[in-house]
């Protein structure tokens, strides 16, 4: 498995999480940043898999890529709108990196 890809994807994921918290408490400056920093991690996944078109980030693309590698590679059924399941979700593509069932 792309060791790389995943620690971008995990790290993705923590900043979409931590986006998400600093909105729902109205801190809307710190949710910018964590948005700005989820914007620079979609460009990088863009660039590991090689999926560039003009419209891939803006279109929710990476995001749809995403969810369809975290349910092909692990084996996860990712819920973007349940933010409850992010630490199971980090867990279950570090573990599946260290071959651990």
Known sequence: MNGKLNGLIIEWLEVNKLKNE??????????????????S?????????????????????????????LADKHGINYDELDMSNIKSTIRQIKLDQLDIK
């Open 41 to 69: 991690l979609e460009i990088r996944i863009v660039d590991e898999c090689n999926l560039k078109t003009s419209t891939t980030i803006y279109t929710g693309e990476v995001r749809s890529y995403v969810i369809q590698y």
């Open 22 to 39: 600093h909105a729902k408490k109205k801190e809307y400056e710190k949710a910018s940043i964590a948005r700005d920093k989820e914007r």
